[in-house]
């Protein structure tokens, strides 16, 4: 890297990505208090009062000048005048000293007795530096030149590594917090015999390499690692015992943090600590944790969360339910709704749960080839094209309807189908709830427990947060196209019969008998099902970070307004019959389109008369539903908000009668 100095006694950095050593840094800001420029310096406007040094350090006052200014004239100031320049809030000479608390009085020296000023006394002078986000890459050995150097701070900076042999053997408060450092191994702590606080948080150590041990440090009293990627909390602890001193130590934000004995494990081991993750640990704590020193297994290295959704509120009405006039009778819609949480998994495998699904689909698709290619011929033989490519199911799946009936919802989402709502990445599997018919308000009372082992991983993962989203799937039942084909052929020979037989004028008791027939009939009907389709209404964002900082339980209800679509359209008649069958019933099929306008006609007055019926109560409500539970649907108000309730708990033991409640709590695992 070169640097070029520019008129204004400022460093310009050629190549920003180059290397930067530490030195480097500290002697850009040295410039910035321009110990050689006006009102500092041996420049000619100083009155030459003195021409002996003055050991300001060790307590003796610097010379007094004269207050007159005949003896100098005008073009020289006084020691007096020059360090009120430098000293006052308001002068354009007063720069920031906020790296050093020792700057200020270098350049106070560099007023009062510029001769002192040279290389080894400003290397002597400093005791404390701050070289803060200047890009350093490296700690040179220009560093161990600063003999009284105390506390010296390089945080936020881009340091990989670090060789403690460049560094001051004084040094009592070395803080690297927002480095890279992620090796520990070339550091020879044991030439900082003197070191008292070490600040290696956020940085990306997963190892100390046994470097941080009372061998190495054995004056240590405060030590934080919190934010790198820690992993054995056994191993880590182990190393820390050896620390004899140690009283304040931060371990937050390392993936050990996440398993339930975090805490009581680390107390009861290092019972010296007074404050641990910026807590107090008090006696009383100390003593509710004793014999967590003794813990072994899954407790030390395993995470455990807890998944919970009370209840889901104010779902879309379905079409079918909304408008049960405007429907077909087939296709028949079956609906259901579930959550569903994106979590990271161990190994990066999906769950058993989506294996099943995956499979469940494949077998669908795999059905739906082979019944399309049988339904095709059939479906040539009858000129219709198919519907759907579909599943055999002797199943006739409807709609139920909802056990209690509320008197406002809402109507569906508009919004695609997603089809590919399983297809995940590998990392991430999904966890669902159980699948549930069509509520206003869903009391779901769902938890599940799931355990993970991959502590890095999930770290970063409750870093990014967590995707839940409520989720419809919708399966189509089709009526069996044969059964359609064989009433075609049969339909001639039923006209034959009754010319025969003549008309018979219908009993009293035929009608009843005869729509009992058509129920029986539509109940029994052999249906084949579509794929499911998955369709996400709603999707929220979980915000997971406060597990690293101590909050270990989420709860939060969700909300998101829905819209009101506008009813959808009646379905359309089925395609004409193109056959040769049906061309010779046409006389017939004029006759019945007569009979079913008639029909409607008569529906229509029935309707304006019910309506004519009702009482001014009912104005800008629709009845919705079928049978005695419909629902009144206020169309002049919005639809109420979709609610769902989350609650993310990280297992987390304060006692060690937690300890031994929650190992005997044998909860669903996932």
């Known amino acids: ?265 680390v107390i009861d081991n290092l019972r010296k600590l007074d404050c641990f993750d910026d807590v107090v640990a008090s006696t009383d704590e100390k003593f509710s944790v004793q014999g967590s020193a003794d813990m072994k297994g899954d407790c030390l290295n395993t995470a455990r969360i807890l998944l919970s959704i009370p209840f889901i509120k104010g779902l879309p009405v379905p079409q079918e339910i909304q408008y049960p006039e405007d429907q077909p009778e087939f296709p028949r819609i079956s609906r259901k709704y579930f959550v569903k949480f994106m979590l990271i998994g161990d190994d990066g495998t999906t769950s058993d749960k989506q294996q099943n699904l995956d499979e469940k689909n494949q077998e669908q698709k795999s059905d739906c080839e082979v019944t399309k290619s049988s339904l095709n011929v059939t479906a040539q033989q009858a000129d219709k094209p198919s519907p759907c490519s579909p599943t055999k199911s002797n199943s006739s799946p409807i709609l139920s309807e909802p056990a209690h009936p509320v008197s406002h919802s809402i109507v569906p989402v508009q919004g695609h189908v997603d089809n590919s709502l399983w297809s995940v990445s590998s990392a991430l599997i999904p966890i669902v709830t159980p699948s549930n018919e069509w509520m206003a308000d869903i009391e779901l009372k769902w938890a599940e427990t799931v355990v993970r082992s991959k502590l890095l991983p999930l770290r970063n993962f409750i870093k990014d947060g967590m995707t839940i989203s409520v989720v419809e799937e919708k399966i189509l039942s089709h009526p069996v196209l044969e059964a359609e084909d064989t009433e075609i052929e049969q339909g001639g020979k039923g006209q034959k019969d009754k010319k025969a037989t003549g008309k018979q004028k219908p009993l009293s008791g035929d009608k009843n008998d005869n729509k009992k027939n058509k129920k029986k009939k539509d109940l029994n009907v052999e249906l084949i099902q579509c794929p499911p389709e998955y369709q996400t209404i709603a999707a929220f964002h979980v915000t997971l970070d406060g597990f690293l900082d101590g909050n270990y339980e989420y709860e939060k209800t969700f909300s998101k307004e829905m819209t009101r679509p506008t009813p959808a359209p009646p379905a359309s008649s089925p395609p004409e019959r193109t056959d040769k069958k049906d061309k010779k019933d046409k006389g017939k099929g004029k006759q019945s389109n007569e009979k079913t306008q008639s029909k409607e006609k008569k529906q229509a007055k029935e309707k304006k008369q019910d309506l004519s019926k009702k009482g001014n109560d009912t104005k800008g409500q629709k009845k919705t539903g079928k049978g005695k539970g419909y629902i009144l649907i206020d169309e002049n108000e919005p639809p109420p908000a979709l609610e769902v309730q989350v609650i993310v708990k990280l297992q987390h033991w304060k006692t060690a009668a937690d300890a031994i409640a929650g190992e005997s709590d044998d909860g669903p695992n996932q």
């Open 1 to 265: 890297m070169s640097i070029e100095s520019t008129d204004d006694g400022s460093f310009c950095l050629l190549d920003v990505d180059s290397h930067i050593c530490a030195s480097v840094a500290f002697y850009k800001l040295l410039k910035t208090l321009g110990l050689h420029e006006y009102p500092c310096g041996l420049g000619h406007w100083r009155a030459d009062e003195c021409n002996s040094q003055c050991d300001v350090g060790k307590g003796q006052s610097p010379c007094k000048c004269p207050p007159s200014l005949r003896d100098y004239g005008a073009e020289k100031e006084p020691t007096d005048a020059l360090a009120d320049l430098i000293s006052s809030k308001r002068s354009p000479w007063k720069v920031d000293c906020e790296w050093s608390s020792d700057a200020k009085t270098l350049r106070e020296i560099a007023v009062r007795c510029p001769q002192m000023i040279n290389e080894n006394y400003i290397y002597n002078h400093f005791r404390s530096l701050k070289i803060v986000d200047r890009r350093v890459t490296e700690v040179d050995a220009q560093i161990s030149k600063f003999k009284n150097l105390e506390n010296l701070n390089l945080n936020a900076n881009f340091l990989c590594s670090l060789d403690s042999r460049n560094l001051p053997k004084r040094l009592e408060t070395l803080e690297l917090f927002g480095n890279k450092i992620d090796d520990l191994s070339c550091s020879c702590l044991q030439l900082l015999p003197q070191l008292r606080h070490l600040g290696l948080g956020r940085n990306e150590i997963s190892n100390t390499d046994s470097r941080i041990t009372g061998q190495y440090c054995p004056q240590l009293l405060s030590l934080d690692l919190g934010h790198n990627h820690l992993v054995d909390l056994v191993d880590l602890i182990n190393q820390l015992k050896t620390l004899p001193n140690l009283r304040h130590l931060i371990l937050t934000g390392n993936p050990l943090c996440l398993v339930p004995a975090y805490r009581i494990y």
